[in-house]
């Protein structure tokens, strides 16, 4: 039940996150030094960081061209999807929030006529890769966020931190196995 509970909000969040407003904000990029980068609510959302403190959380999207491809070699960027503030409200991350929320490192692996593929690491994540997988569809860009959860190959949909007085008592890591049969969570302790 929990489980399907958490599923839920990682669901209703991606629901959130598509229906958002179309405006753009520029923001500081994800990584340590760089140009400022445009939000786009419409670029194809990878999975969030929901936090115990309150109901706002870290979002992570890929910024893609008309065939699905990464747009040059950071492509994945994160903001904050601020629901305490409004379910439309988006702020970029703060660089003292870098260290917690932010990209360690990014590798564009392909550009093909149909999507790409990204290798990530997160940096609270140092020794998880993720497999970003990107994909042109009818409908539009499909995302993937591919890593081993608990020893299952599973898409990622959301991390869960869970906040002590003074730091992180866990992170809670949820996503759904390949075979779409069921999801899988993994508890990780700090």
């Given at each position: 039940m929990r489980s399907a509970r958490r599923m839920g909000r990682g669901i209703a969040a991606a629901a959130l996150i598509g229906a958002a407003a179309t405006a753009r904000i520029e923001v500081a990029d994800a990584r340590p030094a760089g140009p400022a980068r445009a939000i786009d609510p419409h670029d194809p959302v990878l999975f969030s960081i929901t936090k115990s403190e309150n109901r706002n959380e870290v979002v992570y999207s890929v910024d893609v061209d008309e065939r699905c491809a990464p747009i040059g070699d950071a492509a994945v960027y994160a903001y904050?999807?601020?629901?305490?503030?409004?379910p439309a409200v988006i702020e970029p991350l703060l660089s003292r929030?870098?260290?917690?929320?932010?990209?360690?490192?990014q590798r564009v692996i392909s550009r093909r006529e149909d999507g790409g593929s990204i290798d990530l690491v997160l940096r609270a994540l140092p020794s998880r890769h993720i497999l970003?997988?990107?994909?042109?569809?009818?409908?539009g860009c499909r995302a993937w966020s591919q890593l081993p959860?608990?020893?299952?190959?599973?898409?990622?949909?959301?991390?869960?931190?869970?906040?002590?007085?003074?730091?992180?008592?866990?992170?809670?890591?949820?996503?759904?196995?390949?075979?779409?049969?069921h999801v899988v969570e993994e508890k990780i302790e700090r």
């Open positions: 904050w999807r601020m629901h305490e503030k409004g929030e870098e260290a917690a929320y932010g990209i360690g490192s970003v997988r990107l994909q042109r569809e009818a409908a959860i608990r020893g299952t190959d599973a898409y990622l949909y959301n991390v869960y931190v869970r906040l002590k007085p003074f730091g992180v008592d866990y992170l809670l890591l949820a996503g759904w196995a390949i075979d779409g049969s």
